[in-house]
């Protein structure tokens, strides 16, 4: 099992920067791969960046290139996501997800609500 705990959402002003945490526990995580999700109302769940738990490479979507850096800090067990620049469009509950065989993501965090104000 693993447990995933979202953080550090909140409203913010367009152009403002802002950091997500997910605090990871449980067991055998060490070689999964960890990623960002986000939904906005109405629309689909939508992939955001992911990054390898263990050797730390990372693969973002197209769109999310350039103002999204995700990252993991090992020893504290914390996943991260950082966006500059945001503007409304970024507004969305974003999630973190754990995939243990690298290909699906089976667990999931409860989510962090990002509202950006213009």
């Known amino acids: 099992q693993v447990q995933l705990v979202e953080s550090g959402g909140g409203l913010v002003q367009a152009g403002d920067s802002l950091s997500l945490s997910c605090a990871v526990s449980?067991?055998?995580?060490?070689?999964?791969?960890m990623g960002w999700f986000r939904q906005a109302p109405g629309r689909e769940r939508e992939f955001v960046a992911a990054?390898?738990?263990?050797?730390?490479?990372?693969a973002y979507a197209d769109s999310r290139k350039g103002r999204f850096t995700i990252s993991r800090d090992s020893a504290k067990n914390i996943l991260y996501l950082q966006i500059i620049s945001l503007n409304p469009e970024n507004t969305a509950k974003y999630y973190c997800?754990?995939?243990?065989?690298?290909?699906?993501?089976?667990?999931w965090g409860q989510g962090t609500q990002v509202t950006v104000s213009s």
């Open positions: 997800a754990c995939s243990r065989n690298g290909r699906t993501y089976d667990y």
């Open positions: 449980g067991s055998a995580f060490s070689s999964s791969l």
């Open positions: 990054i390898s738990w263990s050797g730390g490479g990372t």
